[in-house]
């Protein structure tokens, strides 16, 4: 499924015309916690500018913005928010794609570790988000 979405997003971007302004930026992180061990992952934003702004006008863009983790605990999480936007309103996806193993060691200070349960959390979802903006009057 990831690839599919992975393809879809690289098929839409080579797309899009050339002449436009594209803005392109990936950050590359490290992190480290406890629960999870040491974490590599990567943000990354896209934005194509589908008309160019005016003085008294934005133009209409569309942004894609992503990020994925992976844990040397086998934890990994993958998002994506592609974003269309006009002057007058704005539509967004979030699509996430979770599997992130885990030890859960029961409840109370008194837990014993040697009865812990491994399970794994898996999650996918898909939101959608539609903002309009509010008009403004002209009359002064």
């Given at each position: 499924m990831k690839h599919r979405i992975l393809t879809l997003l690289l098929m839409l971007t080579a797309c899009l015309p050339l002449l436009a302004q594209n803005t392109f930026s990936a950050y590359p992180y490290l992190a480290y916690s406890g629960e999870t061990n040491l974490m590599v992952g990567a943000f990354s934003f896209f934005r194509h500018e589908l008309d160019p702004p005016s003085p008294f006008q934005r133009g209409r863009d569309l942004s894609v913005l992503g990020n994925t983790i992976y844990s040397l605990n086998n934890q990994f999480l993958f998002v994506v928010i592609p974003q269309y936007r006009t002057e007058n309103w704005k539509l967004a996806w979030s699509l996430i794609f979770q599997d992130w193993p885990d030890t859960y060691y029961g409840t109370g200070n008194f837990t014993d570790a040697?009865?812990?349960?491994?399970?794994?959390?898996?999650?996918?979802?898909?939101?959608?988000?539609?903002?309009?903006?509010?008009?403004?009057?002209a009359d002064l």
């Open positions: 040697d009865h812990a349960e491994d399970f794994t959390s898996r999650r996918y979802a898909v939101e959608t988000q539609i903002e309009v903006a509010p008009q403004v009057s």
